[in-house]
């Protein structure tokens, strides 16, 4: 089987600005697991596009790269290389639409797609659609709301406001009083629709799953740490599988799966945890920076569990339970 690998961040959709230090990190993390994944299985001929600026600096294992310039418009590329492979893993974030265009890319040439299609990434990368899905679901979700900028509408309490497509954290505020609601317009305008939720406070959680026309697989549940610096959250460590018993999280799962019935392969699921329930925050329709821990965490390849769904159910067999800490500081990424 041919493959093209284009992780984002490191294989050139940044290539004609800086590019930016924790998100090309976490891309370098995702990128080294996936090849690393696909290295470890037989049968497989692998081209990976490559920012020129980190073309010696990723482990290749003697695959292809083709390495994307300044001056190269890294969709043009992509594009024109999808009809050379009999597979394409494209690894995006969804804002400004970036993964669900890929992925028509790849489906306009009727090429086996490696991750959810571009109508999963349409509603799960949407957090307005994600809250009504959910919603008609009965799945307990964060109450969610439009933010109209000439009538803010605010919950009682603390807020969080969000953008509709954003990822992770970037340009998220948390609001607290009327001070901060008077700034909020300066630090929005002209940067797209945003939501508004309650600030849920209770722990952060992020589960690592596979799923296939409705059915879904649980590999590790994942706690996150956030620090909250001049009303921004930033993650600051992953504990992959964190060590909790998984059984209560195998219904949600099941729950969502049926209520995301185009989600295929690997996906995460973000939720909020307080005494009294258990809330679905966000579904992220690709590989998540906790990818990256879950080799070493539990001896599996989920590279190639996502690989074994093109056929059939995927035997998730770990050899080990161990947690795996991913330190994201703002100045040093590394694994513990």
């Known amino acids: 089987m041919k493959i093209l690998v284009f992780e984002y961040i490191t294989g050139g959709g940044f290539n004609r600005q800086e590019l930016p230090a924790s998100l090309a990190r976490e891309g370098r993390w995702m990128l080294k697991a996936l090849l690393d994944g696909l290295a470890a299985m037989k049968g497989l001929d692998v081209t990976v596009m490559l920012d020129r600026r ?7 294992h003697g695959f292809t790269p083709v ?3 300044r001056e190269d418009d890294c969709h043009d590329c992509f594009d024109r290389l999808i009809k050379r492979f009999d597979a394409v893993w494209p690894v995006a974030p969804e804002y400004g639409g970036v993964l669900s265009a890929l992925c ?3 489906e306009r040439k009727e090429v086996t797609l490696l991750t959810s299609p571009s109508s999963a990434v349409s509603v799960a990368g949407d957090k307005l659609s994600t809250y009504r899905r959910l919603l008609e679901h009965r799945i307990a ?18 807020n969080i406001v969000k953008p509709v497509d954003g990822i992770g954290c970037a340009d998220s505020y948390v609001i607290i009083d009327k001070e901060d609601r008077e700034s909020l317009s300066s630090k929005i305008q002209g940067k797209g629709r945003y939501i508004v939720q309650p600030h849920v406070a209770g722990d952060k959680t992020s589960l690592s799953c596979l799923f296939r ?9 994942n706690r996150q740490k956030f620090e909250l610096i001049g009303q921004q959250y930033h993650l600051a460590e992953i504990a992959v599988n964190d060590g909790r018993d998984l059984t209560p999280f195998r219904p949600l799962v099941a729950d969502v799966a049926r209520a995301f019935p185009e989600l295929w392969g690997y996906a995460g699921i973000d939720l909020i945890e307080t005494p009294e329930t258990v809330l679905v925050l966000e579904i992220n329709p690709r590989l998540t920076t ?12 989920a590279a190639s569990l996502v690989l074994r769904l093109l056929d059939g159910d995927p035997l998730i067999r770990p050899s080990r339970s161990e947690s795996v800490s991913l330190i994201l500081h703002r100045d040093t990424h590394e694994f513990v």
Do not use: H, K, M
Request: net charge negative; glycine share 12%; charged share 20%.
């Open 104 to 106: 028509r890319s790849v």
């Open 141 to 158: 979700t964060v109450p969610t709301r439009l933010l109209e900028e000439r009538a803010f509408s605010f919950y009682q309490g603390e």
């Open 67 to 69: 390495v994307v310039d």
């Open 213 to 221: 026309n409705g059915e879904g697989w649980l590999l590790c549940a």
């Open 290 to 301: 906790s990818f990256a821990g879950i080799g070493r965490a539990l001896g599996i390849n």
């Open 54 to 60: 980190l073309a010696d600096s990723i482990p290749l």
